[in-house]
């Protein structure tokens, strides 16, 4: 099964901050990855496919970068309802696995 | 507009099987080449994936859980469903259906306590 390792596990940082999240899978998954968002007590949100593309109606402030091992989630200007916990998750070859998770906190 | 609904018991002894069953609506399971997965996370934890079918019955499990685990699918009823045996506490989650593309159900909490 391919494992998906996701850091850091938890940030503090501040508004208009740039903040990058990273997840590196144990073997070559193309570009078959997802980045979402989850509040509390809600289902997470997809913000990034396919590595790199922008959902709709997700802000231009989050953008995703990487292929084959190794990904980045950025977040170019950090806003207060961007306080979350962010997940990957790859679903190369019809098996997913999620990130451990990283959850940014208000510093 | 593609909407997922769980539902199921919110309660289940240990010992016995949890069933959900998730309901898609605005669209056919079958129309897409989609594989349709089921997800679990514990309170305070993180997100697991359980496993994944196709409208054809195809299915992938996560091994951790695959001796436990069967997913099914009904494309005359347009849903697909969950069914894991021999639960403990620790199968204690919110249960979400979900789609690749960010299709979601809301999730339903499952406790599992006599």
């Known amino acids: 099964a391919i494992q998906m390792t996701q850091s850091p596990s938890s940030l503090s940082a501040s508004v208009g901050d740039r903040v990058t999240i990273t997840c590196r899978a144990s073997q070559g998954i193309r570009n078959d990855l997802g980045w979402y968002q989850q509040k509390p007590g809600k289902a997470p949100k997809l913000l990034i496919y396919a590595a790199s593309s922008l959902q709709s109606g997700v802000p231009s402030r989050f953008s995703g970068s990487g292929s084959g091992t190794d990904f980045t989630l950025t977040i170019s200007s950090l806003q207060p309802e961007d306080f979350a916990t962010y997940y990957c998750?790859?679903?190369?070859?019809?098996?997913?696995?999620f990130g451990q998770g990283t959850k940014v906190e208000i510093k | 507009q593609l909407q997922l609904q769980e539902s199921g018991p919110g309660l289940v002894k240990p010992s016995e099987t949890l069933s959900l069953t998730c309901t898609v609506s605005g669209g056919s399971i079958s129309s897409s080449s989609y594989y349709w997965g089921w997800i679990r996370q514990p309170p305070g934890k993180g997100l697991e994936w359980i496993g994944s079918?196709?409208?054809?019955?195809?299915?992938y499990y996560n091994p951790s859980l695959k001796s436990r685990v069967t997913i099914s699918v009904d494309t005359s009823k347009n849903q697909f469903s969950l069914k894991l045996s021999s639960v403990t506490a620790a199968d204690t989650a919110v249960y979400y259906c979900a789609r690749p593309g960010g299709i979601w159900g809301q999730g339903t909490m499952v406790t599992v306590s006599s």
């Open positions: 998750l790859q679903d190369y070859n019809y098996a997913w696995t």
């Open positions: 079918i196709y409208y054809s019955g195809s299915t």
